[in-house]
């Protein structure tokens, strides 16, 4: 090989507006740029404990194994299942997409039973049919269920299912990978046992961490295991040794340069605030979703369904989706996100997640939509669903007036 | 919480002499900061097939299935014997330190029984043992060996293991997360059939990602397996058809700046090509122990067994390991190891690796002892360790004139 051949690596300008990742703040890359410290420096114990902190507050909870696993979203995923499904458990998954499936695929990895709750995709798991099959099935260890199921803009609703999971002594396992930050996940309040997430979504930190926490019973339910979980890299009960403050223990070696880059994101978290950001979100999306109407985009979940980070609309059947997308990202630089399985062809997800999540990003989108339509002759009245954007956020900012 | 608590983070100076990571080169830290592309953009996915051929040449070989996986040298550990080792499979594995027994661990976690050879801390397992061991038992489905035993500082002779294995047909798994980029790690030459490394150590790129590579002979035995991975996140069938040039099929989302990072580093090791990289390692650690040798600090493994990159050297009863190691961290800014396991406080592990392997930091790390030392009452004359370590890189260069 010759030098020659590997040059600077420059990436082009990207608007991030797919399912992530999100768009970084300057501050997040700077963080990942600084030197190194060593995995049981004191001053980098220090960190840790500041990220633990910070998760805590941005999971709304006391817990005290809340930490960064040192993976992807998808590693959260396998290491909640892998802990807490033993061979022979049973679990209630429910499966409304990709991420559902995914889970079910897991738990039967790991040596559990599948009981699947199947909905259409686009729709979320109704609590009277959990309830149903948690009175009519011999006892399970968990209930799994995804509060964004990212493959389809779904919101599950969850207020009301870790009393249900306890009427049944059973653990609440949620998917909060792209709901973390954007959306209320009360983990304390609701009464989940186990929520992982991801960075690269609606903390806008580089994707390559799993926040996640675990509630007393689901500490217990480890303690109690009568064997080994079958990871090893991914035992709780080895990982908490070395995140908790009286022990220390080398488990491995933590992605030091991706945990100051957490701690930076988590710290824009906090300064925004955690309401004012959900606000945000949920106003980005309302414009959004506004002007997409105009364009006869249509969201894929129904109403009170719908992710504001996770926008997935359905494509009336003139539009050549794959030549759009290709069109945003190379003449535009708009990265948005297209179906999954059976969605393929189907559907857009447009992310609006933590630093994508901003006015000017939904105004430039709907700018190029409106701008490529009606070069392919789909659109004849273009400007509509800028303009209905930019009256919900005027709209807002009257509210915001009247209530002040 | 008030956001008073949570200040700039400012790491302090630290010039890492331990275990890993190891000093990072500002071209690697400013890749790290760069804006991020989606995962599946066209100019990642670019970048993936240059990460892919960088580690070929680093792993000398030209195996298809040469990735970086989305965790620590750890998880590459486990995602090697996960995808290699099935319920009821037998492995060999060598045990002489920790990350033996870790090995060792792991398989059985995956439903593997362990044939272990266990030699004292601090040796090789002999191949004539290994020969033994092969010929006596039933056969096996794969014999693990850690080229670079982190715990011990001893080194592996791999040259010869992969044609034993290739006569009982086992496959011969490798550990070098330590090794790769400071020694030669010959794949294809030495029969290797799957290896894993870290990015911390030799490769000077921040911890996070896991190198790795399959011989088509391991990857006929993926495809022989009759139950499937227990790790989705690890299973390389799955994996496989992300980095594939032809599939490109999600699996999960990658980590974009680690990879960012991990490209820089590698084109570092090509710029400066192995052989010098190797040979500066080699004199770095020779002028090293030199030094400590004026100081009483003798290395654990004999000579011809003893890792360059990570030093490993007994401790004279007179010395408090731990006073001294803290009053290097606290007053010269410099980390060193400690012993783990049963060598606790008996050993130092001095690391020289990548970015860390330089004649200044010998040198900066020697007169720190030296005064350390001598301000206890350790040493009488000081001078001679520095002195030591300066005649090993002068005799060097006089050896390197007179060959030229």
Partial sequence: MSTAQYQDFIPPSRLLLGPGPSMVHPRVLHALSLPLLGHLDPVFLGLMD????????????????????????SAGMEAVIANLIEPGDRAIVGVNGIFGSRLATMVERHGGTVLPIEVPWGTTIPLEL????LSHSAPVKAVVLVHAETSTGARQPLEDAGSLCRDYDALLIVDAVTSLG????????????????????????????????????AVHSLQERTTPCRSWYFDFSLIAEYWADRTRAYHHTAPISMLYGLREALRLVHEEGL?????????????LLAGLHKLDLLPLPAAGHRLPMLNCVTLP??????LVRSQLLNNYGIEIGGGLGPLRGR????????ESCREAHVLTLLNALEEIFTCHGWLTHPGRAVQAAEETYTGSQRSARRSA
Same sequence: chains 1, 2.
């Fill in 275 to 287: 309401s004012a950001r959900i606000a945000r979100h949920q106003l980005n999306s309302d414009a």
């Fill in 182 to 217: 954007g959306v209320p996940v009360e983990v304390d309040a609701w009464g989940i046992d186990a929520c992982y997430s991801g960075t690269q979504k609606c903390l806008s930190c580089p994707p390559g961490l799993a926040p996640l926490t675990l509630s007393s019973r």
């Fill in 130 to 133: 959990l309830r149903d099959r």
């Fill in 347 to 354: 559907v857009w997800r447009i992310g609006l997640m933590g």
């Fill in 50 to 73: 500041e990220i633990q902190a910070l998760l805590r507050a941005t999971f709304q909870t006391q817990n005290e194994l809340t930490i960064a696993l040192s993976g992807t979203g």
């Fill in 317 to 322: 059947d003139r539009i050549d989706e794959a």
